[in-house]
């Protein structure tokens, strides 16, 4: 398996985010990255994005995607 690169946390908030915004139910939605143990983790932060259930899905699936390519630089 190749070794995961180390992003910082604004260069995975970009990432999250560019795919968001594909939705229009993610449309609004500001992402917070976080440690989380020895991974990291992904949270949203926003108005109607906060209690869409499709958008915080997304959001899972893509912080899913991401943390098996990155890990979170410190």
Not at 7 to 29: G, Y
């Amino acid at each position: 398996m190749p070794e995961r690169r180390a992003k910082t946390a604004a260069e995975l908030e970009s990432m999250i985010i560019a795919e968001l915004r594909e939705h229009p139910e993610c449309e609004s939605a500001a992402v917070t990255i976080a440690p989380a143990g020895l991974s990291w983790d992904a949270s949203l932060a926003g108005t109607e994005a906060t209690i869409d259930v499709e958008c915080q899905e997304r959001l899972a699936t893509i912080t899913n995607k991401l943390r098996q390519k990155f890990d979170l630089a410190e």
